[in-house]
T-cell receptor, first 112, second 113 residues
Framework: NAGVTQTPKFQVLKTGQSMTLQCAQD?????MYWYRQDPGMGLRLIYY???????DKGEVPNGYNVSRLNKREFSLRLESAAPSQTSVYFC???????????FGAGTRLSVL | QQQVKQSPQSLIVQKGGISIINCAYE??????FPWYQQFPGKGPALLIA?????SEKKEGRFTISFNKSAKQFSLHIMDSQPGDSATYFC????????????FGTGTRLTVIP
């Protein structure tokens, strides 16, 4: 049982490059989330999708865009990467908002 | 502004000892308080959670103590084991309405054999 799958696991970008982080869940969950984790900052919510077809900003949305492609998939796009976006990114899903969140293994992104 | 404040940042405990991690919150509308455990290279995973209608919840060696009047909650790990070495995050949310999960900054626990 895969749960929440994130790709890629590692990525190095140059400043100004763009990329999309992929996330898919196989638990038939309605809600999905993107977080970033930085040392001493905990996990901070970037965007979330309460259900298919909806997305909302979280605590730190600037510099990111998201797409809820279907019920299974929720992608995070960096249009013009900046060194401040160097972080570990986690995708999570839950049956609905407020329920237990299940996390993927993370994507470690470095922007040079 | 940090919605949930967590301390200490790091903790070293001898095997068999008690590990205690503390969290405090301001928003009285929060009504769900989970703890997540994260091993290196992995995503966080739910460890135990509590709602404010009880003052304590125990699951095996892990206990959450909740003080609603002080707006504080803590995780106690009894008989700590080297396998408990991980980063622990407390969190809080409202179960209804807009209910983002707000995380503490994390505590890195090291249990020495």
């Amino acid at each position: 049982n895969a749960g929440v799958t994130q790709t890629p696991k590692f990525q190095v970008l140059k400043t100004g490059q763009s990329m999309t982080l992929q996330c898919a869940q196989d638990m038939n969950h309605n809600s999905m989330y993107w977080y970033r984790q930085d040392p001493g900052m905990g996990l901070r919510l970037i965007y979330y999708s309460a259900s298919e077809g909806t997305t909302d900003k979280g605590e730190v949305p600037n510099g990111y865009n998201v797409s809820r492609l279907n019920k299974r998939e929720f992608s995070l796009r960096l249009e013009s990467a900046a060194p401040s976006q160097t972080s570990v990114y986690f995708c999570a899903s839950s049956e609905r908002l407020g329920n237990i969140q299940y996390f993927g293994a993370g994507t470690r992104l470095s922007v040079l | 502004q940090q919605q949930v404040k967590q301390s200490p940042q790091s903790l070293i405990v001898q095997k068999g000892g008690i590990s205690i991690i503390n969290c405090a919150y301001e928003n009285t509308a929060f009504d769900y308080f989970p703890w997540y455990q994260q091993f290196p290279g992995k995503g966080p995973a739910l460890l135990i959670a509590i709602r404010p209608d009880v003052s304590e919840k125990k699951e095996g060696r892990f206990t959450i103590s909740f003080n609603k009047s002080a707006k504080q909650f803590s995780l106690h790990i009894m008989d700590s084991q080297p396998g408990d070495s991980a980063t622990y995050f407390c969190a809080a949310s409202k179960q209804t309405g807009a209910n983002n999960l707000f995380f503490g900054t994390g505590t890195r626990l090291t249990v020495i054999p």
